[in-house]
T-cell receptor, first 111, second 115 residues
Framework: EDKVVQSPLSLVVHEGDTVTLNCSYE??????LLWYKQEKKAPTFLFML????IEKKSGRLSSILDKKELFSILNITATQTGDSAVYLC???????????FGDGTTLTVKP | DAGVIQSPRHEVTEMGQEVTLRCKLI?????LFWYRQTMMRGLELLIY????????DSGMPEDRFSAKMPNASFSTLKIQPSEPRDSAVYFC?????????????FGEGSRLTVL
């Protein structure tokens, strides 16, 4: 059974801090790893990673995948209160055709 | 595009009642996923369809849950009879060629409370 473990479960920081969120996984037939941000409503897509060592970047957010060690990190620099959310990591199993989600990391950014 | 549309947004019902949740996919998407989210168990996949065909329903908790996709753009998730432990937010998500792209587009969810 595919498994995704995220850490930490929750994190409280102040504006301007840099945070690193972790995601480790076990999947039978790895296709891709995805990061989502969930505020009050539905998860919204951030990144999809398929290759090791290639950083994906969008503004202050960046992510990288290590397929050998089976983990990914999501970095957020110069955090803002608007970054407060639950960050979800998911892995896509090619053969099963479905994504398995971790429990998420709840990030709170205080002014 | 309007995105994935779910209804109702909120539902409060009594134990034993039938609940039907509805989902309209994004036009052109061919994969549909029903997820349930709770504090205790996170985001769990219940069932998913590809081209209207159920592919994996191993996440459906028990026979009280059923899902249908009568056409390419619409799906229902039914709980009969409902129980308090079914209280959760139910998300529908769609994808275009999910097995290849991976990205899911989520609806805003249906928050179900069973008293």
């Amino acid at each position: 059974e595919d498994k995704v473990v995220q850490s930490p479960l929750s994190l409280v920081v102040h504006e301007g801090d840099t945070v690193t969120l972790n995601c480790s996984y076990e999947v039978t037939n790895f296709r891709s790893l995805l990061w989502y941000k969930q505020e009050k409503k539905a998860p919204t897509f951030l990144f999809m990673l398929t290759s090791s060592g290639i950083e994906k970047k969008s503004g202050r957010l960046s992510s990288i995948l290590d397929k050998k060690e089976l983990f990914s990190i999501l970095n957020i620099t110069a955090t803002q209160t608007g970054d407060s959310a639950v960050y979800l990591c998911a892995v896509l199993d090619t053969n099963a055709g479905k994504s398995t989600f971790g429990d998420g990391t709840t990030l709170t950014v205080k002014p | 595009d309007a995105g994935v549309i779910q209804s109702p947004r909120h539902e409060v019902t009594e134990m034993g009642q039938e609940v039907t949740l509805r989902c309209k996919l994004i036009s052109g998407h061919n994969s549909l996923f029903w997820y349930r989210q709770t504090m205790m168990r996170g985001l769990e996949l219940l069932i998913y369809f590809n081209n209207n065909v159920p592919i994996d329903d191993s996440g459906m908790p028990e026979d009280r849950f059923s899902a249908k996709m009568p056409n390419a753009s619409f799906s229902t998730l039914k709980i009969q009879p409902s129980e308090p432990r079914d209280s959760a937010v139910y998300f529908c998500a769609s994808s275009q060629g999910h097995a290849n792209t991976g990205e899911l587009f989520f609806g805003e969810g249906s928050r179900l409370t069973v008293l």
